[in-house]
């Protein structure tokens, strides 16, 4: 179990990382999204024991893992961290970069396990190339193939979705399923966008400013997000202030200045809703998306399976239950 204890750091006067605290349990999936500077990379650094914090520590099960200035050789033995531009070996073979890390094992088991890993990270068919010879999906999987050769207890991965396209951002997003539940790796990913993170994490944190601002399920984090920032970062919200509540004809409440989040699929087209003007509609695949005008002030968004609706068409919408989420923030 990785966990990490009121982690600081501070870059001169900016703090990166406040006051971080994680528990990372074996074969669990954890994601933290945040937007840009918001201390990601620095504190997958601490975690990695790349980086000194200035107070808090990280522990592997029972140890310490050791800063920088501590250790000769950074980084401890039993945690690995991919980084987004993947570091591999530019002129060895794909093989031949994973193999490297397996270089003290017997040649048999070597072997063995570098075919298990092309299998498992799907890149047999292009073992024999070199990295400028395979694509950006193949590289990525090289170095978490390379990564996680010698079974390490954690794997850290650096934005492991941001440059790929859709079919590759699946296949890495089922690799990392396929690897917690085989080989019992922990994984934390860091990511800017949280559609990934939704769909496979175990555990959600949101970071923001350095600080860990909210902590949970998916489920409970998208449902439940403790900010507007934290709602957005999960998806597509519609933020309000509860005093215009009453145009959805809903009750307003005590203060009217507090902001409700409202997700999509929570609104649903109905005759008998609310009269709202269509301003766009987003062909979204499976369904559309709609922005409509409830006033002159307020927009919202909502999701239809509908083929029909135009932009300045008047739609009636309504809530589907009349459950509102209030933000603190
Ligand atoms: N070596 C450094 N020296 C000084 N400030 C730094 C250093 N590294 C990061 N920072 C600052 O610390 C804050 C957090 O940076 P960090 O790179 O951890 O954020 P991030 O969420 O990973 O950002 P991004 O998504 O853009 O990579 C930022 O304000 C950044 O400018």
């Not at 794909?94 to 890993?117: G, H």
């Not at 890149?123 to 010879?133: F, G, K, N, S, W």
């Not at 650096?158 to 917690?180: A, C, G, T, Y």
């Amino acid at each position: 179990m990785l966990t990490a204890k009121k982690l600081v750091k501070v870059y001169n006067t900016v703090p990166a990382v406040r006051n971080v605290s994680i528990t990372l349990e074996p074969g669990q999936i954890m994601a933290l999204v945040g937007a840009s500077g918001s201390g990601k990379s620095t504190l997958l650094n601490l975690l990695a024991g790349l980086t000194d914090a200035d107070t808090g520590e990280v522990r592997l099960n029972d140890e310490r893992v050791l800063g920088p200035s501590e250790v000769l050789v950074p980084g401890h033995k039993d945690i690995r961290l991919v980084h987004q531009e993947y570091q591999l070996m530019p002129n060895v073979s794909v093989r031949e970069n994973i193999a490297y890390a397996l270089r003290f094992f017997e040649k048999s088991y070597r072997d063995f396990r570098v075919n298990e890993l092309l299998k498992l990270c799907r890149l047999t068919d292009v073992q024999d190339r070199i990295p400028r010879q395979v694509s950006g999906g193949e590289k990525q999987r090289t170095a978490i193939a390379r990564a996680i050769a010698d079974k390490p207890a954690v794997l850290l991965l650096d934005e492991p979705f941001s440059h790929l396209d859709l079919p590759n951002r699946l296949i890495v997003r089922d690799l990392l399923f396929d690897l917690v539940r085989h080989e019992q790796t922990s994984c934390l990913f860091v990511t800017h966008d949280a559609t990934d993170a939704l769909s496979i994490a175990d555990t959600l944190g949101i970071l923001r400013d350095g600080k860990l601002i909210q902590l949970g399920t998916p489920v409970a984090v998208y449902h439940q997000p403790v900010t507007a920032y934290a709602a957005r970062m999960t998806g597509l919200v519609n933020i309000l202030k509860a005093k215009y509540l009453s145009l959805l004809d809903l009750p307003e409440s005590d203060n009217p200045e507090s902001l409700i989040c409202l997700r999509p699929e929570q609104l649903k087209l109905d005759d008998t809703g609310m009269p709202v003007t269509v301003r766009a509609v987003y062909f979204k695949g499976s369904h559309y998306e709609l922005d409509v005008a409830v006033s002159r002030y307020v927009s919202l968004r909502l999701l239809t399976s509908r083929t029909d609706i135009q932009v300045d068409q008047v739609v009636h919408i309504r809530l589907r239950d009349n459950e509102l989420w209030r933000l603190k923030g």
